[in-house]
């Protein structure tokens, strides 16, 4: 088992700036590759970015792209999404999650389904 608690959202001015945290528990938090997705009211669950066990490569959708960067912190358990130049389109839930194993494939690291664990979410509210 995999805890996750997600920290840091909040309401912010378009063009402002977050950082969440997500906070892991259990079992061994650096075999685990970790992703932050989003959803906003009547939409689906998106993929946001991922990152591999060891940091070594990183992955970040084109919607963020340059905006966002996800890292990670083994020695502290814990992954961060810094989340810059925020959008009002960018208002959601924001979920991390972690997935077993080493993957690269766009297809997969982006997919909800293939994630094992997720936090409850936090809320980043941004006004225009």
């Known amino acids: 088992q995999v805890q996750l608690v997600e920290s840091g959202g909040g309401l912010v001015q378009a063009g402002g700036s977050l950082r969440l945290s997500c906070a892991a528990s259990?079992?061994?938090?650096?075999?685990?590759?970790m992703g932050w997705f989003r959803q906003a009211p009547g939409k689906e669950r998106e993929f946001v970015a991922a990152?591999?066990?060891?940091?070594?490569?990183?992955y970040h959708a084109e919607s963020v792209k340059g905006r966002f960067t996800i890292s990670r912190d083994n020695a502290k358990n814990t992954v961060f999404l810094q989340m810059n130049s925020l959008k009002p389109e960018d208002t959601a839930v924001y979920y991390c999650?972690?997935?077993?194993?080493?993957?690269?494939?766009?297809?997969?690291?982006?997919?909800?389904?293939?994630?094992?664990?997720w936090g409850q979410g936090t809320q980043v509210t941004v006004s225009s």
């Open positions: 999650a972690a997935r077993p194993g080493y993957e690269t494939r766009w297809s997969r690291l982006s997919h909800v389904g293939d994630y094992e664990y």
């Open positions: 259990g079992r061994t938090f650096s075999s685990y590759g």
């Open positions: 990152i591999d066990w060891s940091a070594g490569s990183t």
